[in-house]
């Protein structure tokens, strides 16, 4: 059965591939730097599983250690915007159809692998096809653009240099967030929002669950973490159980206050920080300062919703 | 109380701009050690949730096959075909993306776009390119249409994702209500999701609007 194993090899050797690039790379000075970081990150990949948590955690300083002493550069290199002009009038719009193979087979994939049961394990049929998607596109953009076979590393390298240490943060907050379930920071921020409600007061009690809500998610990175806490300390005691509320509208609705809070937080990185560094932005928060301004308006949307539709 | 004291390292570090890995190391370490872990203990944690959380930097095995695309002139097609179409504005182009990925993001369809996917190579040049047509763009303005791509892009798999029953929020919300004695179908849950997505898409909206007015009203003003 296909599964993440499948996946985690791919995305290994793609990292391997990635960190010989770079350290061949003359034009950076601090190849060795950008061949360690992602040599390991590919070992992570390849035997995450057999290094043992302890080992994990030291590969994780190790990268830490690398990125925060700035030994992460960038090469120079890719093409000119001359040539990618000529080449665009060459290819045409055709190039758009390769870009579409990914998300036409990630599409394809989780529709296509329910009818083929045993083939790809339900649970990864997402992250399964968008890696054959990326296969596939790969193989048909070599077989009709016919670059250098080394090219699509050579360019998905520079890509990722772009990106540098920020390609790790998700993965880093998400482990921060296991850390902090470890040591009760989820109970201790709970009793400290259900202290603030004033009694007796049914919209104080939902403001103090939504906003709670958006900011425990700020603090974690997602909504995730923070639902069990607060629907435990303010949504099933007080907005259920004394004031009667219907479950379904204020689980439902006081989940997405919280993803308010994802748009309003570098924590979220992988929505947040990386796309700031995929876009090449100046300002690495930038994505986060643009969506406060959709974040607080819904908030407070998402605050009526409860108050109208639950009780 | 003294286990926030992690929170409040994340804060300052962010606040200073330290290098977030650093200050994702250290807020760990202040919060492990304040719940009374031993240092061992902590560094054997934080390495058992990163092993189990490589599938969010899986992404990256696109990147090959979209710098393959970008070296042989995808964004530069992308700008020729918006600046091409007559009409096309930043606002009307980022308000249709929106649509197209809370509507597939509500299908379940929710890794079939994304940052490296769809952004990067297509939304993020598209945007621009409709932005030129409607003035020349100072460099911050145009460092705000690509952030607006990408937080469209978020916006859009947000408050799509959560009308569609098998996703995970929503059956973590199943499985907590559950323990509570609560029992709910995903399905009641997920229509919840609809008015939110609804007024997402016109808060939302209403800004993508109002920044082609910005746009296009500067223009006159020339």
Not at chain 1, 137 to 149: E, S
Not at chain 1, 157 to 162: A, F, H, P
Not at chain 1, 275 to 295: H, I, S
Not at chain 2, 32 to 39: Q, S
Request: proline residues 4%; positive net charge; glycine residues 12%.
């Amino acid at each position: 059965m296909i599964g993440l194993p499948f996946v985690y090899t791919l995305a290994g050797l793609t990292f391997l591939a990635f960190a010989v690039l770079s350290l061949r790379d003359a034009s950076n000075r601090k190849r060795w730097g950008n061949g360690a970081f992602w040599g390991l990150l590919a070992l992570s990949m390849l035997a995450g599983d057999r290094l043992g948590d302890f080992g994990n955690g030291l590969l994780v300083l190790a990268l830490v250690a690398i990125a925060g002493t700035g030994q992460l550069g960038r090469g120079a290199g890719g093409t000119t915007a001359v040539v990618r002009a000529e080449r665009a009038a060459r290819y045409g719009n055709k190039l758009f159809l390769l870009a579409l193979v990914i998300p036409a087979t990630a599409l394809a994939g989780t529709f296509g692998f329910e009818h083929l049961p045993g083939l790809v394990n339900p649970k990864q049929v997402t992250l399964v096809s968008l890696a054959l998607g990326a296969l596939l596109a790969l193989v048909t953009g070599l077989a009709w653009l016919r670059p250098h076979p080394a090219a699509p590393l050579q360019e998905g390298r520079r890509l990722m240099d772009s990106v540098g240490w920020a390609a790790i943060l998700p993965q880093m907050l998400a482990s921060l967030g296991a850390v902090f379930a470890l040591a009760g920071v989820g109970d201790v921020v709970g009793q400290l929002m259900s202290g603030v409600i004033p009694a007796g007061s049914k919209i104080g009690a939902i403001i103090a669950f939504t906003v709670g809500m958006a900011l425990f998610t700020m603090v974690m990175g997602n909504a995730f973490a923070a639902f069990p806490v607060m629907a435990a300390a303010i949504a099933v005691p007080l907005l259920i159980h004394q004031y009667g509320g219907d479950p379904a509208v204020v689980c439902a609705i006081g989940m997405l206050a919280g993803f308010c809070g994802t748009l309003m937080t570098p924590m979220a990185a992988n929505f947040n920080i990386v796309p700031a560094a995929l876009l090449e932005l100046k300002d690495r928060n930038a994505v986060v300062w643009t969506q406060v301004g959709t974040a607080l308006p819904l908030l407070a949307v998402n605050t009526l919703f409860i108050w109208w539709f639950a009780f | 109380m003294w286990v926030l004291s992690g929170i409040a390292v994340m804060v300052l570090g962010f606040v200073l701009r330290f290098n977030p890995l650093l200050v994702v190391v250290a807020a760990a370490a202040v919060t492990g050690v304040a719940a009374g872990l031993d240092l061992q203990a902590i560094v054997s944690a934080f390495g058992k949730a990163f092993n189990n959380t490589r599938y969010v930097s899986v992404v990256w095995i696109v990147l090959p096959v979209i710098g393959l695309l970008e070296a042989h002139g995808l964004q530069e097609r992308a700008r020729g075909l918006i600046a091409g179409l007559k009409g096309a504005t930043t606002g009307r182009l980022l308000t249709g993306y929106l649509l197209i990925r809370q509507v597939s993001s509500a299908l379940g369809l929710t890794s079939v776009a994304g940052h490296a996917q769809t952004v990067r190579p297509l939304v993020a040049p598209m945007a621009e390119a409709a932005a030129e047509g409607q003035k020349d763009l100072t460099e911050d303005e145009r460092e705000h249409v690509k952030a607006m791509s990408a937080a469209t892009d978020n916006i859009g798999l947000f408050f799509g994702e959560d009308i569609f029953i098998a996703i995970g929020s929503i059956l973590l919300m199943v499985g907590f209500l559950e323990q509570q004695g609560i029992i709910l179908s995903p399905f009641q849950l997920s229509v919840w999701a609809i008015p939110t997505a609804i007024a997402a898409f016109v808060i939302h909206g209403f800004r993508l609007w109002r920044l082609d007015r910005q746009l296009g009203q500067k223009e006159a003003g020339q």
